[in-house]
């Protein structure tokens, strides 16, 4: 799955705040960053780690794939 910053992406797992399901990628290095869109929290994965928990990438690029 192709992903980049600023993508809208859904993870496997909510945020435990349940606002929102959806992340966006703030950050990309070796790490990936994603926020939350329901309360803003921030949370870092390692590449590996996010795509395994990655379910779907929603908006990409300013298309959406809802
Ligand atoms: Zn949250």
Known sequence: MEY???DLVEMKKAH???KSKY???I?????????CQ???ASVLFSRRDFEKRLKKVVKHG???HV
């Open 4 to 6: 980049e910053l600023n």
């Open 16 to 18: 435990p705040c349940k």
């Open 23 to 25: 992340w966006q990628i």
């Open 27 to 35: 950050r990309m290095g070796a790490d990936i960053r994603i926020k």
């Open 38 to 40: 329901g309360c803003g």
């Open 62 to 64: 300013g298309e959406e």
